[in-house]
């Protein structure tokens, strides 16, 4: 019975009789469930839920880098980055559409007439300027009543019966002569996707990004570590950012009613149950899978490596493997986020996935307890929605946070936590792969004999003492 | 592809040449900050950037909202990032190297004024109301006697709360620590300063920096100005100046000890966190000076996030050179200048690259820099 127990979601705590952890984890599971029947799935807080499940989801996945290998990764938002790209860029191929890269830029030009970037001449009788300003073909030149009007900032409008042309203020883009409907049949990598084989992939790329990142950073640790990988995932967000066929540029690119991801044949908006049951379930999957792996011998050969890895190599330990390993879930994992995010807000841009976004996430690693599995869902649950509450009025004091302050209240948080209570909130459990907390570990190290000890006074002593 | 087309010639030019001096003159400011912090105690000052920001913000308010010359903005501008790298250091990190019986109480003096800063805001002093400049410089001397009544409370807390011994590495915290500082000291400077980028506007300029008459010479076909010769000039003086101090003072000579051997420069009676601050002083008024004259070459954009890629660029100028080593961050700064420059000429949208993709290289295949000694041991 116990043998079999081990392989289930909470096997090792019913079988170990902690009943107090085994409610807990089933009252969360009956919350998450019942909170949107009562709420509605378009409730605010429903939202919210969606959105710290979602970075739950991509915190664990850089605990797993930060906490349980001790490396810090200062570019983990390249994950989430090409995640969401990945994600885009399928859904929108999968309609039979190309990134934005096919749309041309289309000057007006001085009779009227209308020019495309690839020399295409419309002349002024086949443009009809509409009241706002933008203009269409008349009907006659009609390409397909399934394009888009597409506005000067690049934003694409569907528009029923008016076809590619754009502009209002001069400038913009088209469609080119091939259509919509025409790349659809001629487009070798159009095919109906899931939404979960487009997650796979997504997160596929990513763990193969991570072990690609590994690579050259695997003898490094520290500093050395956190700033390689700051660097790379700036040259990343540069690529992302100047990459205006892959990413929309600087506009970011979205998704509108024709490109809605689809689930089994459901379509999946932001406030549909579907939605909310897929990132409950890939969240649950992911708390299964890493809490697993950290009991497992892939974690205590990570507790090994973080805690001394040239000891871990000689005690056999394959060092670097475990470490190839922990950077393609984590990397995975952070696809996976990103591809989540992306089809929660609708929009991706490149600019609001720099370097920043990545200490988002390390705050609520750090802020729950690096290494601890319910620290860091414990630290996402409390830390994800305090941007959303600190844009409520404080009742007694009657003053508006401004939205820009919630960065403060992250940062004096990073230095709080690491001031006053460095192990997080719900520090990890001396039994997650290891014999001792680092705390016992240093009180050892501290009380073993050396040539000179420099103590400080408010250092523990030994534990016999 | 047509981004990456260009020819050999584009990159051996003068302006080139000049651009890269410049850039490389400022990145050597900024990264001997770093250098001298990661020398002694072994931390990637994220927030130095963050006080490159704040320097070239309160020189540019004393400037235009004060009307105070150039020289003498620099000067205030100096005095205050000295203040303000002794409280980052006195407020964040010290508490984690935890030697100084007092460290908690002296710590909380900084706190205490982010506090308070972050709390003017809600009262409306913001720096383009009233005096401007001055109101800044008000807020960071008032705050000062404000904040020992916030000690008080906060020290008990800390006592309270502090966990026995030290529970997570040092090293990790005191580095998660330092970019919670940098976030949290971008976030005051937008909520105190307004998030829209400032332009230096030239009447607030020296004369001989403006117009027409602002051009040195001509070398072939590029103008070099007087910004740029200005610039150049400072670099090195400050240069001189910083290598005086460590070599021939009594103080640069604990500085020296302190970066062999922390330990061992105590038991020989060096005050360590004396030299400690004494270190973030120096590497800050030179990061404030750097700061203004950024800001005068690019013609502006001061704004809360400036700070972010000069301070990673300059820090990779560190690496580059041998971190540690005030030397090499000197020459570190001129490389990556020059990369930025060659960068600038080839794919500008992507200069910030060039310089991340050399300071990757290095620590992949020199981590010991340029100049540093090989086989010890870094990071």
């Known amino acids: 019975m116990n043998s079999l127990l081990k392989y289930l979601p909470l096997g090792d705590a019913i079988a170990a009789k902690k009943w107090s952890s085994v409610g807990l984890s089933v009252a969360i599971a009956v919350f998450l469930l019942l909170l949107p029947l009562v709420l509605g799935f378009d409730h605010r807080f429903v939202n919210i839920a969606l959105f710290v499940a979602i970075f739950a989801v991509g915190a664990l996945g850089l605990n797993i880098v930060v906490g349980s290998t001790g490396l810090l990764d200062l570019g983990y938002v390249m994950f989430l980055a090409t995640g969401a790209v990945v994600t885009f860029n399928m859904l929108l191929l999968e309609k039979g559409e190309l990134p934005n890269h096919v749309y041309q830029r289309v000057t007006i030009q001085m009779d009227g007439a209308v020019e495309l970037e690839d020399g295409t001449r419309l002349d002024a009788a086949d443009v ?11 009907t006659g030149q009609s390409i ?28 913009g883009w088209a469609l080119p002569v091939g259509n919509a409907k025409s790349i659809n049949g001629s487009h070798p990598f159009v095919f109906d996707m899931s939404l979960l084989f487009i997650m796979l992939i997504a997160g596929g790329l990513c763990a193969v990004l991570g072990i690609l990142r590994g690579i050259p950073t695997l003898k490094l640790t520290g500093d050395y570590y956190a700033i390689v990988t700051l660097g790379i995932a ?84 394959d060092a670097s493997k475990y470490k190839m390993i922990a950077f393609a879930i984590s990397g995975f994992l952070g696809g996976i986020s990103g591809s989540l995010y992306a089809i929660w807000l609708g929009t991706v841009a490149a600019k609001d996935l720099d370097v920043w976004m990545s200490v988002l996430v390390l705050c609520a690693v750090v802020l729950g307890g690096m290494g601890s599995i319910r620290g860091v869902l414990f630290g996402s649950l409390i830390f994800f929605p305090l941007r959303e509450f600190l844009r409520e009025e404080i009742p007694v004091l009657q003053v508006r946070v401004p939205p820009e302050a919630s960065n403060l209240v992250y940062g004096l948080l990073l230095i709080f936590v690491m001031r006053f209570r460095p192990q997080g909130l719900l520090p990890r459990s001396k039994s997650s792969g290891e014999t001792m907390d680092d705390a016992q570990r240093k009180a050892v190290q501290a009380s073993q004999p050396r040539l000179f000890v420099m103590k400080d006074s408010r250092e523990p002593s030994s534990p016999n003492s | 592809m047509d981004t990456l087309a260009f020819s050999v010639s584009d990159i051996f030019t003068f302006e080139v040449f000049f651009n890269a001096l410049t850039l490389g003159a400022l990145y050597a400011l900024i990264a001997v900050g770093y250098t001298m912090v990661y020398g002694i105690i072994k931390l990637i000052n994220f927030a130095h950037g963050e006080i490159f920001m704040m320097g070239t913000f309160l020189g540019l308010l004393l400037m235009t909202n004060a009307s105070m010359p150039l020289a003498l903005a620099m000067l205030a501008a100096m005095a205050a990032c000295v203040i303000l790298g002794v409280v980052i250091d006195f407020s964040a990190y010290l508490p984690l190297r935890r030697q100084h019986p007092l460290a908690d109480n002296v710590s909380l003096i900084g706190l205490g004024l982010i506090s308070v800063l972050t709390l003017s805001y809600f009262f409306g002093v913001r720096s383009d109301v009233g005096a401007g400049g001055m109101a800044v ?46 976030l949290a000291l971008q976030t005051i400077a937008q909520l105190v300063f307004g998030a829209d980028p400032r332009p230096i506007p030239d009447e607030v300029l020296p004369s001989f920096m403006v117009g027409d008459g602002a051009k ?12 740029e010769i200005i610039i150049w000039v400072s670099a090195v003086g400050m240069m001189v100046g910083l290598e005086y101090i460590v070599q021939y003072t009594r103080i640069g000579k604990a500085m020296r000890a302190c970066a062999l051997d922390k330990d061992t420069a105590s038991l020989m009676g060096v005050n360590v966190n004396y030299v400690i601050a004494v270190t973030f002083m120096i590497g800050s008024a030179m990061a404030a000076v750097a700061g203004l004259l950024y800001a005068i070459k690019v013609g502006g954009n001061v704004y809360f996030r400036m700070g972010y890629y000069p301070g990673v660029i300059a820090f990779a100028a560190a690496v580059l050179g041998g971190i540690g080593n005030i030397r090499g961050a000197m020459l570190g700064g001129l490389l990556i200048g020059l990369t930025e420059a060659i960068g600038v000429a080839i794919a500008p949208e992507y200069k910030f690259a060039f310089a991340f993709g050399l300071m990757i290289a290095v620590i992949l295949f020199r981590p010991w820099g340029l100049l540093g000694k090989a086989g010890a041991k870094r990071a």
Do not use: H
């Open chain 1, 128 to 138: 009809v300027k509409q009241a706002d300003g933008t203009r269409k073909l008349s």
């Open chain 2, 216 to 227: 040195a010479f001509v070398l072939g076909g590029t103008q070099v100005t007087f910004k």
């Open chain 1, 234 to 317: 700036e040259m990343v967000f540069l690529f992302y950012f100047n990459t205006r066929w892959l990413t929309g540029g600087a506009n970011g690119m979205s998704l509108d009613s024709s490109s809605t991801p689809t689930l089994f044949g459901t379509e999946l908006y932001y406030d549909s149950a579907a939605f909310y049951g897929l990132v409950m379930a890939v969240l649950a999957l992911t708390v299964i899978m890493v809490d697993r792996l950290d009991r497992s011998r892939t974690g205590r050969a990570w507790a090994a490596i973080r805690l001394d890895e040239t000891a871990a190599r000689a005690c056999g330990i």
């Open chain 2, 137 to 182: 410089i008000g807020i960071l001397l008032g705050a000062v006697p404000l904040a020992v009544f916030v000690i008080a409370i906060l020290g008990l807390l800390g006592r309270l709360g502090r966990p026995k011994g030290t529970v997570q590495s040092d090293r990790l915290s005191a580095l998660i620590t330092a970019i919670g500082m940098s």
């Open chain 1, 144 to 171: 397909d009543n399934e394009s888009y009007l597409i506005s000067a900032s690049g934003q694409r409008i569907p528009s029923k019966n008016s076809s590619v042309l754009i502009a209002s203020d001069g400038s």
